[in-house]
C-alpha cells in the first residue's frame, strides 16, 4: 500500500513539474520582451534602434513603421509614415531609405494593428497620410504626373519584432521589401538584424 501511494505522489510530481516547465517555456518570450534594457543613460531614460528600410520591389511603397511599449501607457509611439506624398518620406521603386533612428521600444514594427491603433489614439489625424495608414504594406505604380492617381497593386503582411528575443537596443534592423509570388498577398517583408556592437 505505501509503495502504490509513493508511486502515486512520484507520478504526481512529474506531472506537476512537467506542466511547470511547459508554462514557464510559454511565458519565457513574454519574460524576456517585458525585462530586456531599454538602453538609455541613466533610469527611465530610452536607447534607440536604427532603421534602414530597402524597396526591392518595382512599385512605391507607403507604410507606418515604428516602436512601441503596449504596456507602458506613458509611451507615445514613435512612428513614421512613408507614403506617396513628397511633403515627407518617399520610397519609390527599387530604393532604400538612410537609417531612420527610433526610441527603443518593447516592439518595433512594420503595419501592425497595434502600433495603427496606438499612432491613432495619440497623434491628429490630420496628420495621418491615410495611404500609409494600413495594415501592412501597399505597393503602388505611381505615374509621373501628379494629376493620375496612384494605382494600388498589392499589399504585403505586417510584421513585429521583439526587443529581446528578436532585437536589442542600439541595433540596427534592416527592412527588405520583396515580391513573393508564392504567397497570396504578392509581397513580403524580410527581417534582418545588425546585432549592437557588430563590426559591420
Known amino acids: 500500500m ?25 511565458c519565457g518570450d513574454a519574460f524576456l520582451n517585458s525585462t530586456s ?14 532603421v534602414i528600410i530597402i524597396n526591392n520591389t518595382s512599385h512605391s511603397a507607403a507604410l507606418t513603421v515604428g516602436t512601441f511599449d503596449a504596456g507602458d501607457p506613458d509611451f507615445v ?5 512613408i507614403g506617396l506624398d513628397d511633403v515627407g518620406l518617399t520610397l519609390g521603386p527599387d530604393s532604400q531609405l538612410d537609417a531612420i533612428p527610433f526610441r527603443c521600444g518593447r516592439t518595433f514594427a512594420v503595419g501592425s494593428t497595434t502600433l495603427l491603433d496606438l499612432v491613432e489614439g495619440a497623434f491628429d489625424a490630420e496628420d495621418i497620410e491615410v495611404a500609409t495608414f494600413v495594415a501592412g504594406v501597399s505597393f503602388f505604380d505611381v505615374d509621373a504626373d501628379v494629376a493620375v492617381e496612384p494605382v494600388l497593386v498589392g499589399t504585403s503582411p505586417a510584421m513585429e519584432a521583439l526587443l529581446g528575443l528578436d532585437f536589442n537596443c542600439g541595433s540596427i534592423l534592416i527592412i527588405r521589401l520583396e515580391v513573393d509570388a508564392l504567397t497570396v498577398d504578392a509581397f513580403r517583408v524580410d527581417f534582418e538584424l545588425i546585432p549592437s556592437g557588430s563590426g559591420r
Not at 6 to 26: D, E, H, Q
Not at 37 to 50: I, Q
Open 37 to 50: 534594457s531599454l538602453g538609455g543613460d541613466g533610469a527611465g531614460s530610452r536607447g534607440s534602434v536604427s
Open 2 to 26: 505505501m509503495r502504490s501511494s509513493y508511486s502515486f505522489s512520484i507520478r504526481r510530481v512529474c506531472r506537476l513539474t512537467l506542466a511547470g516547465l511547459l508554462f514557464l517555456a510559454g
Open 77 to 81: 509611439p514613435d512612428a513614421t509614415q
